[in-house]
């Protein structure tokens, strides 16, 4: 009986350890079955939604065989008269000898027949163009418009076939951490791709001129000027224009003109020959916590009004000093550059709605923005103005502003010399325009001393300190 009993437990066991054995291994959720979820499978799919480190996503070569057939050599070539100080000094022979450089960079086709955008800086006084696409192809190329403020240039070849081009995207709709591709001529390299994420946008980098990039990681490098910045689709989001780095080459970060910023400066030049440059009339600055507590407001984000000027579209608006913009049509704004990337993209007379903070209270004002050219700044009893198109070629410059009247006792002695001389640098900054220029100056006190640089109407340069 006992031996019948023992038999009976190991028959027991027996089943239930292959019972288990089954469970374990062969059921629907076993360790062999194709529906099993384990900790490491599910982790595995939560990381791959989470960051899209998927093949999809990662496969770049779609993107990068559309848009390096668009992405074009740039060859510029200048011719400078170098004196011989010793001929001059013995044999008074002040003829020169000329001397011819050339630069490189790239440039993107925008359209099948022939315009490409570059960077004026690529361009820049050169007295030659030449094109090379990326079948070995070379045009001459035109100059077609410049715009300094933006470093954007537009340039135009006759080909004699239909040309690939990238299309614009809408570089509002860049996200932060979104992969985009680098495709340029770096050290004259022709056709080449690199990949990275936008590290940020609206990135202000300086107190003149552009002041709202894209920052991203895409390794770029001196010769990469004037490329194209795309996203995974290939569509055009910014024009490579410049880098960080103490050694001239790529350690990390590069920076591109917005493409909505780009598209509207070419749109202007094809359109009205210039740039058009719509102001909403306000100065100040963006908002953080010691700013804040400063003004007395509770926004630590946004851009504060210290002042409006007169007869602008803000001025007739209604806004005032003290106001807080927080968004300009769907537009957050939280800092300066978000605030000018944006105005960058509109003309005079175009109608913007601006939300502000008043008292503590949100409230929606539309804006029909101003022409920029109409304004003028004063410091110190100076007052100045824009630099027309026809004091930028009798002066020979692409930036400065112009000495309109002069209030100041202390001047007035030298009223007849100054008026109508251009300023170009205040305090070693370089003036662009009248935006630069009291965007700088707001932050001067009256009783501060400044260092001006101007050209006088003879082509001297004076430096004074008032």
Same mark, same amino acid.
């Given at each position: 009986?006992?031996?019948?009993?023992?038999? +009976?437990?190991?028959?027991?066991?027996?089943?239930?350890?292959?019972?288990?054995?089954?469970?374990?291994?062969?059921?629907?959720?076993?360790? !062999?079955?194709?529906?099993?979820?384990?900790?490491?499978?599910?982790?595995?799919?939560?990381?791959?939604?989470?960051?899209? $480190?998927?093949?999809?996503?990662?496969? !770049?070569?779609?993107?990068?065989?559309?848009?390096?057939?668009?992405?074009?050599?740039?060859?510029?070539?200048?011719?400078?008269?170098?004196?011989?100080?010793?001929?001059?000094?013995?044999?008074?022979?002040?003829?020169?000898?000329?001397?011819?450089?050339?630069?490189?960079?790239?440039?993107?086709?925008?359209?099948? #027949?022939?315009?490409?955008?570059?960077?004026?800086?690529?361009?820049?006084?050169?007295?030659?163009?030449?094109?090379? $696409?990326?079948?070995?192809?070379?045009?001459? @190329?035109?100059?077609?418009?410049?715009?300094?403020?933006?470093?954007?240039?537009? =340039?135009?070849?006759?080909?004699?076939?239909?040309?690939?081009?990238?299309?614009?995207?809408? *570089?509002?709709?860049?996200?932060?951490?979104?992969?985009?591709?680098?495709? /340029?001529?770096?050290?004259?390299?022709?056709?080449?791709?690199?990949?990275?994420?936008? *590290?940020?946008?609206?990135?202000?980098?300086?107190? #003149?001129?552009?002041?709202? +990039?894209?920052?991203?990681?895409?390794?770029?490098?001196?010769?990469?000027?004037?490329?194209?910045?795309?996203?995974?689709?290939?569509?055009?989001?910014?024009?490579?224009?410049?880098?960080?780095?103490?050694?001239?080459?790529?350690?990390?970060? *590069?920076?591109?003109?917005?493409?909505?910023? @780009?598209?509207?400066?070419?749109?202007?030049?094809?359109?009205? /020959?210039?740039?058009?440059?719509?102001?909403?009339?306000?100065?100040?600055? %963006?908002?953080?916590?010691?700013?804040?507590?400063? !003004?007395?407001?509770?926004?630590?984000?946004?851009?504060?009004?210290?002042?409006?000027?007169?007869?602008?579209?803000?001025?007739?608006?209604?806004?005032?000093?003290?106001?807080?913009?927080?968004?300009?049509?769907?537009?957050?704004?939280?800092?300066?550059?978000?605030?000018?990337?944006?105005?960058?993209?509109?003309?005079?007379?175009?109608?913007?709605?601006?939300?502000?903070?008043?008292?503590?209270?949100?409230?929606?004002?539309?804006?029909?923005?101003?022409?920029?050219?109409?304004?003028?700044?004063?410091?110190?009893?100076?007052? =100045?103005?824009?630099?027309?198109? %026809?004091?930028?070629?009798?002066?020979?410059?692409?930036?400065?502003?112009?000495?309109?009247?002069?209030?100041?006792?202390?001047?007035?002695?030298?009223?007849?010399? !100054?008026?109508?001389?251009?300023?170009?640098?205040?305090?070693?900054?370089?003036?662009?325009?009248?935006?630069?220029?009291?965007?700088?100056?707001?932050?001067?006190?009256?009783?501060?001393?400044?260092?001006?640089?101007?050209?006088?109407?003879?082509?001297?340069?004076?430096?004074?300190?008032?």
């Amino acid at each position: 009986m006992k031996q019948i009993s023992n038999l +009976f437990l190991v028959s027991l066991l027996s089943g239930a350890t292959t019972l288990g054995a089954y469970k374990l291994f062969f059921d629907d959720n076993g360790y !062999f079955s194709n529906n099993r979820k384990t900790l490491t499978t599910l982790a595995s799919d939560n990381y791959t939604k989470r960051v899209g $480190l998927n093949s999809e996503v990662l496969d !770049f070569t779609e993107a990068a065989d559309k848009t390096i057939h668009t992405v074009v050599h740039v060859k510029n070539v200048s011719r400078q008269k170098i004196n011989d100080p010793m001929l001059e000094f013995f044999f008074g022979y002040r003829g020169g000898q000329s001397q011819e450089q050339v630069g490189t960079g790239s440039g993107v086709i925008i359209s099948e #027949d022939g315009y490409i955008v570059t960077n004026n800086h690529v361009i820049k006084d050169a007295s030659e163009i030449e094109i090379t $696409l990326n079948n070995k192809k070379s045009y001459k @190329a035109k100059l077609v418009g410049t715009d300094s403020k933006m470093d954007i240039a537009l =340039l135009k070849i006759d080909a004699d076939e239909k040309l690939p081009y990238t299309p614009f995207a809408n *570089s509002d709709d860049v996200k932060v951490g979104e992969w985009v591709l680098a495709v /340029g001529n770096p050290y004259n390299l022709t056709s080449t791709v690199t990949a990275g994420i936008v *590290s940020a946008k609206a990135r202000n980098l300086s107190n #003149d001129g552009i002041q709202s +990039f894209i920052q991203t990681d895409a390794a770029v490098n001196p010769g990469n000027s004037g490329g194209a910045l795309v996203n995974t689709r290939g569509d055009l989001i910014g024009i490579n224009t410049m880098i960080s780095s103490m050694t001239g080459s790529y350690v990390g970060y *590069s920076f591109a003109v917005p493409s909505n910023i @780009a598209r509207k400066i070419i749109e202007d030049i094809m359109e009205y /020959g210039n740039v058009q440059r719509g102001i909403l009339g306000v100065e100040g600055g %963006e908002l953080n916590s010691k700013v804040s507590k400063e !003004f007395g407001v509770k926004q630590t984000e946004g851009f504060y009004i210290n002042n409006v000027r007169k007869n602008t579209g803000a001025d007739k608006a209604g806004l005032k000093k003290g106001d807080v913009i927080v968004k300009i049509d769907n537009q957050n704004i939280t800092s300066f550059a978000d605030l000018s990337g944006y105005i960058n993209t509109k003309r005079p007379n175009d109608k913007v709605n601006v939300v502000i903070i008043r008292d503590n209270a949100t409230k929606t004002v539309p804006v029909t923005l101003s022409k920029n050219e109409f304004f003028s700044a004063e410091f110190k009893g100076i007052e =100045l103005e824009n630099m027309s198109s %026809e004091d930028k070629k009798k002066f020979r410059v692409d930036y400065g502003v112009k000495i309109k009247s002069i209030n100041n006792e202390n001047l007035n002695q030298y009223a007849d010399e !100054f008026l109508g001389n251009i300023i170009l640098s205040i305090d070693n900054v370089k003036i662009k325009d009248i935006e630069s220029a009291s965007k700088l100056l707001n932050n001067k006190n009256e009783n501060q001393s400044v260092r001006i640089e101007m050209l006088s109407k003879n082509g001297e340069i004076i430096r004074f300190i008032i």
